[in-house]
């Protein structure tokens, strides 16, 4: 008998639950049935044709493009496995044909695939080698996109530090292209970043400023995220009915754009505030909401390769979580019914005693009936072993097809990780090909750079600290002598790394032809010749190229001892008889956007007495702008004038000592890594 009783209350459960899961696909049907929803999120036969016809007649570069839209298809519908074997398979086609813009394409999405599966370390190595290509290729907008990519991760790992630089870097670009798409989605994830650290004034300052670009294009989408991060903020402020006015902005406009991972959040946040808010009724709707779309989400997952017993615990878990919410609701709709209704429940509750206790005494008496009972318990017993032969055939066959998935899983995984490792190991063979030529392209640079007996044989009282952010530079140095001229610049041309150097091989040219050809040895001069030759060799009267340089020149008279000093925003700084100067350079650069009929740069005259020395520093931005220290923030300007006050004195060596000791312990006691190329010189006359 008690079996019996266990079986009929599994009926009683299966009956209960049943009703749920109609709900559940009843309100999956609504969002699939809106007009808005995408209705070819699955890649169609049409498009998988079109792959198989673009390989049959060799037309690769169509076939790797074909490829890569059918994985960002299947990576919208979450489906993980078959989004990575189609990424592979374009990034395959486009090494072969070497198409660079598709293999970095290639690179980001495989990294968002990881991303999607908290596999950081690996999204990281896809995303940098994605970054490395798409700068070399010059492509703007896809390095905002991988560097916006990269910041995510940072943020998830709380390196809220890493993460804010990374999302500037990419705003800056953004911003630079005109792309108002991406510019809100940056300010978003900016405002998302806030929000984690508790900054709420500064998230809703974002989230607001995401708002004004995304309602001005219409970008619906996006706009769902900005109004759940601003209910999730009111929520954590105890503002509630804000929370719920911009909670049911979200979720109406999500229904619209079928934005079903963000419904299940922003129903999650209206049932918490709407509870907050005592407004038990419509909590547990979207309590029910939240429920319904969590485990739909869910049930699409489990059938993918990625499927694995992490995701089902994962599973398990929320289903528990969402169990107890329940019951915390329904506690909460039983403390608001009336005493009128409490004081029925107890009426019915004492009738269905007196109910049992009647049945109980037919139940003796009934007891009489031995032979009756007999035969029904010979019939019981017959449809209970009949019962747990169906339940022992309905549990093997459950492990047969469960065993039969988890080997067809693995073996997809094999097949995955061998396509990877052999990815990878083509990456990498790649890589060292390029490190190879970058290695052997800073051996030429270095070359062109004056040597330290140059150095050492026109300016005996000088150091130069020159440590390059990548292999080569973007910034670099310049020391020649003409009869009785010392010209010294410190350079920092746009960019760092490859192009960097591309920039700096090309200044370092015009500056020898004005100096050495032409014979022009004045200060100001010099910079004005240097722009017309950068803006002439860029040919950017013509063009939207608008790459330069900054720098700060000195021309020395080593008979008049005078000392004539130009600057395009870098600046100069000495120090005469223990008082520090610092001369600010023109705010303007070599190259680059001319909005002036003619660029003119002016000129300082400083005067080197011959009784005492005079100590001088010349520098690029990259040793203030550095990060670090306890608190993360720039060296700046004022701890560099501190720093050489301190020093000024000292043997040049041991200066050029304590500057990369200050910059090196800088970096260690902060969370940043080298942003910049550093070049710090001093010299004393």
Same mark, same amino acid.
């Given at each position: ?32 049935? !809106? ?64 198409? *660079? ?39 703007? =907008?896809?390095?905002? *996109?991988?560097? %916006? %990519? ?20 990419? +705003? ?14 940056? +300010? ?35 706009? $769902?995220?900005?109004?759940?991060? +601003? ?25 619209? *754009? ?116 007999? =035969? ?40 995955? %990780? ?32 004056? !040597?330290?007996? =140059? ?16 292999? $080569? ?24 790394? =490859? ?80 008082? +520090? ?105």
């Amino acid at each position: 008998m008690r079996v019996l009783y266990v079986l009929f209350s599994f009926c009683l459960l299966v009956g209960k639950v049943a009703p749920l899961y109609a709900q559940k696909d009843s309100l999956v049907y609504t969002y699939k049935q !809106s007009p808005n929803t995408n209705k070819e999120a699955l890649p169609t036969k049409n498009l998988l044709a079109k792959l198989a016809q673009a390989e049959n007649s060799r037309n690769w570069k169509d076939a790797a493009k074909l490829a890569y839209e059918i994985g960002i298809d299947y990576d919208h519908q979450t489906n993980y496995s078959l989004a990575l074997q189609y990424f592979l398979k374009s990034l395959q086609i486009a090494q072969t044909i070497q198409d *660079t813009k598709r293999v970095a394409a290639s690179l980001n999405s495989i990294g968002i695939v990881y991303q999607n599966q908290q596999d950081y370390n690996k999204a990281l190595a896809y995303f940098e080698q994605s970054l490395a290509i798409k700068k070399s290729i010059n492509d703007r =907008v896809g390095t905002s *996109t991988t560097l %916006n %990519n990269m910041a995510i991760i940072y943020r998830n790992r709380n390196q809220y530090g890493k993460a804010l630089e990374t999302y500037q870097a990419s +705003l800056v670009i953004r911003q630079e292209v005109q792309d108002k798409r991406l510019i809100a989605a940056t +300010l978003n994830n900016i405002a998302t970043l806030y929000e984690v650290q508790k900054n709420y004034e500064l998230a809703l300052e974002y989230y607001q400023k995401s708002i004004t670009l995304k309602e001005e294009i219409a970008d619906k989408q996006g706009l $769902v995220h900005s109004f759940n991060g +601003l209910a999730s903020i009111y929520y954590d402020k105890k503002d509630y009915q804000k929370s719920v006015v911009f909670g049911e902005k979200a979720f109406q406009l999500g229904v619209e *754009t079928a934005s079903i991972k963000e419904i299940r959040s922003t129903a999650q946040i209206l049932y918490k505030s709407y509870k907050a808010n005592k407004q038990y009724d419509k909590a547990l709707l979207y309590h029910e909401h939240y429920k319904q779309l969590n485990d739909s989400i869910f049930s699409v997952e489990k059938t993918k390769a990625f499927a694995r017993l992490e995701e089902k615990q994962l599973i398990e878990k929320h289903g528990k979580e969402m169990e107890i919410a329940q019951k915390e609701a329904e506690s909460d709709r039983f403390r608001n019914l009336t005493q009128q209704e409490i004081n029925q429940r107890r009426t019915e509750h004492f009738q269905n005693i007196s109910q049992k206790m009647r049945l109980e005494r037919n139940r003796l008496k009934a007891e009489n009936k031995t032979k009756e009972l007999e =035969v029904q318990k010979q019939k019981e017993e017959k449809a209970f072993q009949k019962i747990i032969s169906y339940l022992i055939l309905f549990a093997f066959s459950g492990a047969s097809m469960a065993t039969f998935i988890i080997f067809r899983s693995k073996r997809k995984e094999q097949k995955t %990780n061998k396509a990877l490792n052999n990815t990878l190991k083509l990456v990498n063979e790649q890589k060292k090909a390029i490190t190879d030529s970058i290695n052997y392209a800073k051996r030429i640079q270095m070359a062109i750079l004056p !040597s330290e007996e =140059v150095f050492t044989q026109i300016l005996p009282e000088s150091f130069v600290f020159f440590q390059p952010r990548n292999i $080569v530079s973007g910034d670099f140095y310049y020391l020649e002598q003409k009869e009785n001229k010392i010209i010294l610049a410190a350079i920092d041309c746009t960019g760092h790394g =490859v192009p960097g150097a591309l920039m700096s091989m090309m200044g370092k040219e015009i500056l020898s032809k004005i100096i050495q050809d032409k014979n022009i040895l004045q200060a100001n001069l010099i910079l004005d010749e240097l722009h017309k030759g950068i803006r002439t060799a860029l040919k950017q009267a013509h063009n939207e190229n608008r790459d330069g340089m900054d720098l700060a020149l000195v021309v020395i008279d080593t008979q008049t001892r005078q000392m004539e000093f130009s600057g395009a925003k870098n600046p100069l700084i000495f120090i005469q008889n223990g008082k +520090l100067q610092h001369i600010k350079g023109d705010r303007k650069a070599i190259g680059g956007d001319q909005r002036e009929q003619e660029r003119v740069f002016t000129q300082q005259l400083i005067t080197l007495p011959a009784n005492e020395g005079t100590t001088a520093y010349l520098f690029s931005d990259g040793f203030q702008d550095q990060f670090g220290g306890e608190n993360d923030k720039k060296i700046s300007i004022g701890r560099m004038k501190t720093l050489f006050t301190e020093i000024h004195a000292l043997p040049m060596q041991t200066q050029k000592e304590a500057v990369k000791k200050y910059f090196d312990d800088w970096i260690n006691a902060g969370t940043s890594k080298q942003m910049d190329d550093i070049l710090v010189i001093g010299f004393r006359l």
